[in-house]
C-alpha cells in the first residue's frame, strides 16, 4: 500500500509569508508547490493577519497536508518586529488547527542545521542546498522567503523520523496543555 504525505511548511512574516508544499512516497520528496503572499501592499497589521488566515486556509483546502511546520520566531532586538512576527505565526497556527492539522515549530537554527548541516547558514546557502535537493536548473521565485517556507517543510520531513525536542501540537488541547501560561 502506498501512502503519501503532504507536508506544508511556512515561514511566517508580516511583509512576505514564504510558503512551500513537499509530497513524501516512500521517504522521496518531491516539492509540489514554493511561493510567498507578499503582505507590503496592505495597510495594516490586522489586515495582513487576517489575510495569512486565509491564505493559510486556503493551501490547507486545495493540497490537503497531513502536517504544518511552521519557523519559531527567532529573538530579536525589536519588541514591535518580535510581537508583529509572532501574531503572523499564531494564525497561522490557529488556521491549521481550525482544520484539525498537527503542527510542529522548527527553530531558524534547526532548519538551517537540515537543509545545509550548518545552524548558521546564509538564506542563499539553504536555498542552493534546496535548489540542488530538487533538482532545480532555476529557483522559482526572486524572494528568498519562499524557499525558507520550503525549507520548514524539508526539515520537518528530515526530523519526523527521529525524537523531536521541537513542540508539536495536533489541536487546540494539546497546545494548551504544552502552554499553560498563554491562556489567561
Given at each position: 500500500?502506498?501512502?503519501?504525505?503532504?507536508?506544508?511548511?511556512?515561514?511566517?512574516?508580516?511583509?512576505?509569508?514564504?510558503?512551500?508544499?513537499?509530497?513524501?512516497?516512500?521517504?522521496?520528496?518531491?516539492?509540489?508547490?514554493?511561493?510567498?503572499?507578499?503582505?507590503?501592499?496592505?495597510?495594516?497589521?490586522?489586515?495582513?493577519?487576517?489575510?495569512?488566515?486565509?491564505?493559510?486556509?486556503?493551501?490547507?483546502?486545495?493540497?490537503?497536508?497531513?502536517?504544518?511546520?511552521?519557523?519559531?520566531?527567532?529573538?530579536?532586538?525589536?519588541?514591535?518586529?518580535?510581537?508583529?512576527?509572532?501574531?503572523?505565526?499564531?494564525?497561522?497556527?490557529?488556521?491549521?488547527?481550525?482544520?484539525?492539522?498537527?503542527?510542529?515549530?522548527?527553530?531558524?537554527?534547526?532548519?538551517?542545521?537540515?537543509?545545509?548541516?550548518?545552524?548558521?547558514?546564509?538564506?542563499?546557502?539553504?536555498?542552493?542546498?534546496?535548489?540542488?535537493?530538487?533538482?532545480?536548473?532555476?529557483?522559482?521565485?526572486?524572494?528568498?522567503?519562499?524557499?525558507?517556507?520550503?525549507?520548514?517543510?524539508?526539515?520537518?520531513?528530515?526530523?519526523?523520523?527521529?525524537?523531536?525536542?521541537?513542540?508539536s501540537y495536533t489541536g487546540w488541547d494539546s497546545f494548551l496543555k504544552q502552554n499553560p501560561e498563554r491562556l489567561k
Amino acid at each position: 500500500m502506498r501512502v503519501e504525505k503532504i507536508i506544508l511548511g511556512i515561514d511566517p512574516g508580516t511583509s512576505i509569508m514564504g510558503f512551500g508544499i513537499i509530497s513524501v512516497l516512500k521517504n522521496e520528496m518531491k516539492m509540489v508547490v514554493m511561493h510567498e503572499l507578499i503582505l507590503k501592499k496592505y495597510p495594516n497589521h490586522e489586515t495582513k493577519l487576517k489575510i495569512i488566515f486565509d491564505k493559510t486556509l486556503a493551501l490547507i483546502d486545495e493540497f490537503h497536508p497531513d502536517e504544518v511546520a511552521l519557523e519559531a520566531p527567532f529573538f530579536g532586538k525589536n519588541v514591535q518586529s518580535m510581537l508583529k512576527l509572532g501574531r503572523a505565526q499564531g494564525v497561522a497556527m490557529a488556521a491549521s488547527l481550525h482544520r484539525n492539522i498537527p503542527i510542529t515549530e522548527y527553530s531558524p537554527k534547526k532548519i538551517k542545521m537540515a537543509i545545509t548541516g550548518n545552524g548558521n547558514a546564509s538564506k542563499e546557502q539553504v536555498a542552493g542546498m534546496l535548489k540542488n535537493l530538487f533538482n532545480m536548473k532555476e529557483f522559482p521565485t526572486k524572494n528568498l522567503d519562499a524557499s525558507d517556507g520550503l525549507a520548514v517543510a524539508v526539515c520537518h520531513h528530515f526530523n519526523s523520523a527521529s525524537v523531536s525536542t521541537e513542540k508539536s501540537y495536533t489541536g487546540w488541547d494539546s497546545f494548551l496543555k504544552q502552554n499553560p501560561e498563554r491562556l489567561k
